[in-house]
Nanobody
Framework: QVQLVESGGGLVQAGGSLRLSCAAS????????MGWFRQAPGKEREFVAG????????YYPDSVKGRFTISRHNAKNTVYLQMDSLKPEDTAVYYC??????????????????WGQGTQVTVSS
């Protein structure tokens, strides 16, 4: 079973950038499809990016497309989320997630059995 630990969150001004990292242990990351989700206070957890095992396919919802970039370095057992042009509405706890195959519906929580503990991202206006 894979264990996931996120890092890189923090406080940034609107228009700024942050890069989140998700380090995996216990299993090789190359076996997993990876995703990032976020959850703002009082809101449901939402999908923000996904990448297949090889990195050859990525998927984003319209809310972050063109601003967020997911990537992976399987040799380092790490997945990244580069976030640019950040907005106050991007403020949330960001979670890394893993699945053993590409989910039928990438945005559905049920398709992701493995989760990290989350890292806080706060964007000030």
């Amino acid at each position: 079973q894979v264990q996931l630990v996120e890092s890189g969150g923090g406080l940034v001004q609107a228009g700024g950038s942050l890069r989140l990292s998700c380090a995996a242990s216990g299993r090789s990351l190359s076996s997993y499809t990876m995703g990032w989700f976020r959850q703002a206070p009082g809101k449901e957890r939402e999908f923000v990016a996904g990448i297949n095992w090889s990195g050859g396919y990525t998927y984003y919802p319209d809310s972050v497309k063109g601003r967020f970039t997911i990537s992976r370095h399987n040799a380092k057992n790490t997945v990244y989320l580069q976030m640019d042009s950040l907005k106050p509405e991007d403020t949330a706890v960001y979670y890394c997630a893993a699945a053993t195959a590409d989910p039928v519906a990438w945005s559905h929580l049920s398709g992701w059995p493995y989760w990290g503990q989350g890292t806080q991202v706060t964007v000030s206006s």
